[in-house]
């Protein structure tokens, strides 16, 4: 019964798909602890985050009457979102810190 081939378990075939998502949330948890590190811990991090905010986040920097104003949009879109993402991926840190907290 043993030698039965169809008696064994059979090898995981996502495997390789496993380990490389692993790998890639090392990363992800790596990159975010270094944004919650400059953003969130200390002061100059919370005033850099507040001026941020302020100079991009809040403020329209586009000129409609620009003869290339669709193209600035797009830029500044992406820009936004480069900051948002940032700040975001800090409290996503935060948030994982928390929860670790409470599960102790």
Request: charged share 25%; glycine share 4%.
């Amino acid at each position: 019964m043993n030698n039965n081939p169809y008696l064994q378990p059979l090898p995981d075939p996502y495997a390789d798909q496993k380990r490389a998502k692993e790998e890639a949330d090392l990363h992800l948890i790596e990159f975010q602890r270094l944004c919650y590190e400059v953003f969130l811990c200390s002061p100059e991090g919370k005033q850099l985050v507040e001026k941020l905010k302020e100079r991009y986040l809040i403020a329209s920097q586009v000129d409609i009457n620009h003869p290339n104003a669709a193209n600035i949009a797009l830029w500044w879109d992406g820009f936004r979102e480069a900051i948002r993402k940032l700040i975001g991926h800090g409290h996503l840190h935060h948030e994982r810190i928390l929860q670790g907290s409470q599960q102790r």
